[in-house]
């Protein structure tokens, strides 16, 4: 999910070439031999996400006071085009329904994954964020992308984003954040499918990765973040 063949694999060799040079020092579980080939050892869940707070070190922006959907109605409604505006990003929500909630209900209904010639793999999402075991196979060197299904109520949710993180034994080897945009409280879930990837591929590409990924908005309020483990093969998992 998010993984960059070029990145994923430009930030293996920055690892690689790192624990040559620091072989007694090495912070994530795999080592490199003398003949160049990885020792695996198993990461602790815990040494996968240690590095969260130093990789994600946003910006506190000073926000103003927050408006319900029929204050912003309201305000500046002499200005036709800009109600018209107002109106078509608000959509058909009931502004009386909602008129004194002031908190976005956001939810994530479902993940899937698209690859060519594939049946779509959907993934659950417990009600913990946090998926037990192997979340998911991936083929190396194969094209996907990911699809959200993602339910607004009660006000719009301003600048929604993705934000995913990737790891190879403790070691941080891809990060992404994609800016979703702006939705508006309606009764069906919005669609969004991602660009195009391709999973990166060779000896060293595949194996056990582990991931965060979150959904935040402008105000830095997440309203989903799932901690799991997923792999890269040299094939298709058997059914």
């Known amino acids: 999910m998010g993984f960059d063949e070029e990145k994923g694999a430009e930030a293996q060799n920055v690892a690689s070439e790192a624990t040559k040079k620091q072989p007694t020092t090495s912070a994530g579980p795999e080592d490199v031999s003398d003949s160049g080939e990885w020792l695996s050892r198993q990461p602790s869940e815990a040494s996968c996400y240690a590095t969260e707070e130093e990789e994600e070190e946003e910006r506190q922006i000073q926000l103003g006071p927050k408006w319900s959907i029929k204050q912003h109605l309201e305000k500046d409604k002499d200005d036709e085009s800009l109600r018209r505006w107002k109106e078509q ?55 996907y992308c990911l699809r959200f299904s993602i339910k607004v109520g009660n006000d719009i949710v301003c600048g929604l984003k993705y934000t995913n993180t990737i790891w190879k034994t403790g070691i941080k080897v891809d990060s992404s954040k994609v800016m979703l945009g702006t939705f508006s409280p309606q009764v069906e879930p919005y669609v969004h499918e991602m660009p195009e990837e391709t999973t990166p591929s060779g000896y060293f590409a595949r194996g056990s990765y582990s991931a965060r990924t979150k959904f935040v908005d402008d105000d830095n309020k997440c309203y989903l973040e799932i901690n799991y483990t997923f792999d890269i093969q040299k094939d298709w998992p058997s059914k």
């Open 89 to 143: 990003l608000i959509g058909s929500v009931d502004v009386n329904a909602v008129a004194e909630t002031q908190e976005p209900d956001v939810k994530i209904l479902s993940l899937t994954i698209l690859s060519p010639g594939r049946p779509d793999l959907v993934l659950p999402i417990p009600e913990s964020g946090n998926p037990k075991g192997l979340w998911f196979t991936l083929k190396e060197g194969s094209h």
